[in-house]
T-cell receptor, first 114, second 111 residues
Framework: EAGVTQFPSHSVIEKGQTVTLRCDPI?????LYWYRRVMGKEIKFLLH????????ESGMPNNRFLAERTGGTYSTLKVQPAELEDSGVYFC????????????FGSGTRLTVV | QKEVEQNSGPLSVPEGAIASLNCTYS??????FFWYRQYSGKSPELIMF????GDKEDGRFTAQLNKASQYVSLLIRDSQPSDSATYLC???????????FGTGTRLKVLA
């Protein structure tokens, strides 16, 4: 079984530019989550999809962040325009049913905004 | 007060010893508790989850949960240098699908 795949693994962009991160969950996993870890802080929840629907987006920092999951398969997270404080590691995770037995995380995208 | 608190460490233990990692949480209604291991630059990897008060054992790992005291711990027996990593405690609040993470405890197992 392939794991959760994220790309790019690294991205360096200038302040004001746009970046799009992609996540491919494990096949058959209806639940997809985005998390972020900024330097020195804990991993924080951004949002949760069930299939193509946003179930909970309470963690999205502001309207510069847009997440989509068209067709209920892969998901994208767009940051536009990027700010310095958006730098961090963005993790995607997926689970089959609820959270009972834990998520499987992807290896993350390290975003650096300069 | 942080929602999930862990000592950042590093916690250093000699090879073969028991490593004890602790985590406290503030939401008394939390239902599920998870321990993840994260090697530097890698993704968090699920080690164990626990729902009920008491102990849950899986190989060299034992998770302990005390809901009355709002703490969860992870014991690693016969620690190996390959166990050196950051251990993340995650709590799933009741009624949500999200996890609240602690900042993690860095464990060093000395050969």
């Amino acid at each position: 079984e392939a794991g959760v795949t994220q790309f790019p693994s690294h991205s360096v962009i200038e302040k004001g530019q746009t970046v799009t991160l992609r996540c491919d969950p494990i096949s058959g996993h209806d639940n997809l989550y985005w998390y972020r870890r900024v330097m020195g802080k804990e991993i924080k929840f951004l949002l949760h999809f069930v299939k193509e629907s946003k179930q909970d987006e309470s963690g999205m920092p502001n309207n510069r962040f847009l997440a989509e999951r068209t067709g209920g398969t892969y998901s994208t997270l767009k940051v536009q325009p990027a700010e310095l404080e958006d730098s961090g590691v963005y993790f995607c995770a997926s689970s089959q049913v609820g959270t009972g037995s834990g998520y499987t995380f992807g290896s993350g995208t390290r975003l650096t905004v300069v | 007060q942080k929602e999930v608190e862990q000592n950042s460490g590093p916690l250093s233990v000699p090879e073969g010893a028991i490593a004890s990692l602790n985590c406290t949480y503030s939401d008394r209604g939390s239902q599920s508790f998870f321990w993840y291991r994260q090697y530097s630059g890698k993704s968090p990897e699920l080690i164990m989850f626990i729902y009920s008060n008491g102990d849950k054992e899986d190989g060299r790992f034992t998770a302990q949960l005390n809901k009355a005291s709002q703490y969860v711990s992870l014991l690693i027996r016969d620690s190996q240098p390959s166990d050196s990593a950051t251990y993340l405690c995650a709590v799933n609040p009741s009624g949500t699908y999200k996890y609240i993470f602690g900042t993690g405890t860095r464990l060093k197992v000395l050969a």
